[in-house]
């Protein structure tokens, strides 16, 4: 599998557009790349995925360059309820499950 | 609301203990997971099944025995635990027809106190 990294935390002000940027440079070509959100005692959440170029939905953008050895999630305007620990993963799926590991995440700090 | 739900919420057991968690999905997904958040550390993943079959066991103790009696339900069974067991246990569940790549559905988690 392949193994990511990322910043331990990050802050930003209200209303900031903030970029977390993961490094995953041993990912396999039938890997897809996801961004969880995970707040303090709850089950991490879906936010975004994507394989190349750029992806974009309601709440935040993924970019994913060329080589596709990085990506990048962009929150637009962040808010305090943006407060919470962003997990970057790649994987796949493979006999009908997804083979996938979460690193240690980033930690977004909003303050207002 | 994610669609997995997970019983109890909150467990507090002594180490001769044996209890079970529980989790349930409706999503007619067709593999579910365990995982285990400890305080400050990323989720480990212990336990895949794919069509009731277990197809991943990560190295975890014999402590913590899975079971999947169909693809709507997933337990775990807990017995003789040890105070390092403590943690945020999570439940996932994801479609297998590729209709959703990656995105797998979590329960919001039982806590476990293991005194």
């Known amino acids: 599998l392949a193994k990511t990294t990322q910043p331990i935390s990050m802050d930003s002000y209200e209303g900031q557009e903030v970029n977390i940027t993961c490094s995953h440079n041993?990912?396999?070509?039938?890997?897809?790349i996801t961004w969880y959100q995970q707040f303090p005692s709850q089950g991490p959440r879906f936010i975004i995925q994507?394989?190349?170029t750029k992806v974009t939905n309601e709440v935040a953008s993924l970019f994913i360059p060329a080589d596709r050895k990085s990506s990048t999630l962009s929150l637009p305007r962040v808010s305090l309820s943006d407060t919470a620990v962003y997990y970057c993963l790649v994987g796949v799926l493979r006999g009908g499950y997804q083979k996938v590991t979460f690193g240690t995440g980033t930690k977004l700090q909003v303050i207002p | 609301e994610t669609g997995v739900t997970q019983t109890p919420r909150h467990l507090v057991m002594g180490m001769t203990n044996k209890k079970s968690l529980k989790c349930e999905q409706h999503l007619g997904h067709n593999a579910m997971y365990w995982y285990k958040q400890s305080a400050k550390k990323p989720l480990e993943l212990m336990f895949v099944y794919s069509l009731e079959e277990r197809v991943e066991n990560n190295s975890v103790p014999s402590r913590f025995s899975p079971e999947c009696p169909n693809s709507s339900h997933l337990f775990l069974h807990l017995h003789t635990l040890q105070p390092e067991d403590s943690a945020l246990y999570l439940c996932a569940s994801s479609p297998s027809d590729g209709s959703s790549y990656n995105e797998q559905f979590f329960g919001p988690g039982t806590r476990l106190t293991v005194l």
């Open positions: 041993n990912i396999a070509t039938n890997d897809y």
């Open positions: 994507g394989y190349k």
